[in-house]
């Protein structure tokens, strides 16, 4: 019997398909590291790209949020290291954390509380590029009522608005973490929507709480640190200066 030969023509010949990684960094393309606009952003930065957990708190303006989605970025986007995941995480507190009877899945759930990440991501990478690694599972929007129980790995996890989340809630989140992740937790303690008072705050809490464990960082942006309209640091005096 004699054995047929099968010969591919060399624009039928079979590539390797790309690890999750490797599409991932084909998608972002790794950029030069953009200018910082002030020097207390720096130093942020590299505290997110040097530690396992990073907190930081600070008035609206300074830059905290975008600084964090861009350094999360620049990690899914650098094939030198294995993160792969992108999680999003903010406190429901109008739905008092009880989404289910909410319609639609998690994500649609989520939308408006999330809406100010996509925002920035948008910005940084592009609509067409956050949708398609949306897409991909690589970015994902999680609510902190389905967290306990995970354990999350090769991850960057970006919780916000932190003010807004209970001791409990933070210790839960906090412990979430796995093996190769980092969490980036900040929030502005003086517009907290479930305290009179800051310091019964989740965010608070972890700060008095987790000041000398190594491999966490704390981080703080004064008003002298926003970015944006010089007519917040005037407007957040004006509120000072009436409390």
Not at 185 to 212: C, F, H, N, P, V
Not at 223 to 238: A, E, G, M
């Amino acid at each position: 019997m004699t054995r047929r030969r099968f010969v591919k023509k060399e624009d039928e010949v079979e590539l390797a398909p790309q690890s999750r990684k490797s599409q991932i960094c084909s998608l972002l393309k790794k950029k030069k590291k953009e200018k910082f606009l002030n020097e207390n952003q720096e130093i942020y930065y590299d505290k997110l790209l040097n530690h396992q957990i990073t907190i930081c708190v600070g008035p609206a303006g300074t830059g905290k949020s975008y600084m964090s989605m861009k350094a999360a970025v620049d990690l899914l986007a650098d094939p030198s290291n294995t993160y792969d995941k992108l999680v999003i995480v903010k406190p429901a507190v109008e739905a008092e954390e009880k989404l289910g009877a909410l319609p639609g899945t998690v994500s649609e759930k989520m939308d408006p509380y999330i809406y100010p990440s996509f925002y920035l991501l948008n910005k940084i990478i592009g609509k067409n590029i956050r949708e398609k690694l949306m897409e991909m599972e690589v970015i994902e929007v999680m609510a902190l009522a389905y967290m306990r129980g995970l354990n999350i790995d090769n991850t960057i996890l970006v919780l916000e608005e932190a003010q807004n989340t209970t001791p409990n809630q933070m210790k839960l989140v906090l412990t979430r973490i796995g093996f190769n992740t980092k969490f980036f937790i900040s929030g502005d303690l003086e517009q907290t929507d479930r305290y009179k008072d800051k310091r019964g705050t989740g965010l608070y809490d972890a700060m008095l709480r987790l000041q000398d464990v190594n491999d966490i960082a704390h981080h703080e942006f004064g008003t002298q640190d926003i970015v944006r309209n010089p007519l917040i640091s005037k407007i957040l005096k004006k509120y000072e200066d009436w409390n």
